[in-house]
């Protein structure tokens, strides 16, 4: 990993100009302690780093680049670069660990990248790669998320289909934000998947776009469709899925961080109009 090591000393430096403040802060990783001692002594932003780039450890790698990607200093454009390299780490725990991180500080010219980790052999990397392309917007993924939410079809050649439902119903989410033709039939088609996860996401992506509501009736779809000439004349905006959950019972002690719940929001890269 030679081009990580030469950025070793811009990572630790970088890290340690964060330290000072980061005593001062609640820092999200905290929010997976398992003890109060654990909280009482968390990671410095250095440590973060360190681990982050450790070329012999993937679990190290793993731990550092979630520490630094859930900081309140974590979108800094040197840490972004390490995402962005972390991407191609042979680890798959790593990998997931990276998307997740473009996912929340990421731009849409990552997400030629992260296009392709749809295709990636480990599950879990797929999952976070079609999360993120909800919350990075970039035409150039309308065509691989509608691959993925296609279920298995040996007969169809080479490529035949998402074998991991959860896979098709992020997939089939993030689509909620492209009003490009080619979208509307596949998701259509999406609402006879065998899960029902992936027919609910077709069909909120489906009423985000045209406004109209046919229920989880495919014939019903398939009749307004072609009898419309303009599919997305009720567009509504289109924001993606967040983290919520209420407090635990150790939530409400002194010193312990409430969930991680985010505010809802337009992918990056959105403009206004398009997300009206």
Known sequence: MPDRHAKVVLLVHAAAAALALFACETPDELRGATSLIQVAQPISPEQAARMAIDPYEADNRYRGTMLLANSWFGGEPIYVELYADHLDDDDANVRVAAVRAIGIHGSPDHVPKVVALLSDPDDRVRLEAARTLQRLHNPVAVGPLIDHIREPEPTRGVFDGEADARVRAEAAHALGQYADPRVLQPLIAALDDRNLAVNTAALHSLRTLTGEDH????????????????????????????????????????????????????PVGMRPVEAR
């Open 215 to 266: 229920g989880f009736d495919r014939r019903a779809w398939l009749t307004w469709f072609n009898q419309t000439s303009s599919p997305f004349a009720g567009r509504t905006a289109y924001v993606y899925p967040v983290f919520n959950r209420d407090r635990t019972l150790i939530e409400f002690l002194p010193f312990v961080p409430p969930p991680p719940n985010e505010p809802q929001s337009t």
